[in-house]
Nanobody, 125 residues
Framework: QVQVVESGGGLVQAGGSLRLSCTAS????????MGWVRQAPGKEREGVSC????????YYADSVKGRFTISRDNAKNTLYLQMNNLKPEDTAMYYC??????????????????WGQGTQVTVSS
């Protein structure tokens, strides 16, 4: 049984930082592209960042480029998202997701095979 569990969300002031973590079990972690997807109230899901199995290739949405850094530790089956200079518009539920056979890069949001329950990030102005 695959389990994906996020942690690290919270309430932070604009300009602050948070580090999200995601641990996956029940799958061969280094077979999967891993990504972070967020959804704000009333908005569609947005692919924020993703990273290939090796960590060699990364993708960032324009809205977070230069502020967020994705990384992974395959030995620990763990994915990270370092978020700096947070803005109120970053407020959303952040989901960790795993993809094995994407048809394109970055994977479309609906191509992810496994999802966590999400961790809430709230940025106050």
């Amino acid at each position: 049984q695959v389990q994906v569990v996020e942690s690290g969300g919270g309430l932070v002031q604009a300009g602050g930082s948070l580090r999200l973590s995601c641990t996956a079990s029940g799958l061969k972690f280094d077979d999967y592209t891993m990504g972070w997807v967020r959804q704000a109230p009333g908005k569609e899901r947005e692919g924020v960042s993703c990273i290939t199995w090796s960590g060699m290739i990364t993708y960032y949405a324009d809205s977070v480029k230069g502020r967020f850094t994705i990384s992974r530790d395959n030995a620990k089956n763990t994915l990270y998202l370092q978020m700096n200079n947070l803005k109120p518009e970053d407020t959303a539920m952040y989901y960790c997701a795993a993809n094995k056979y994407a048809r394109r890069w970055p994977p479309a949001v609906d191509e992810y095979n496994y999802w966590g329950q999400g961790t809430q990030v709230t940025v106050s102005s």
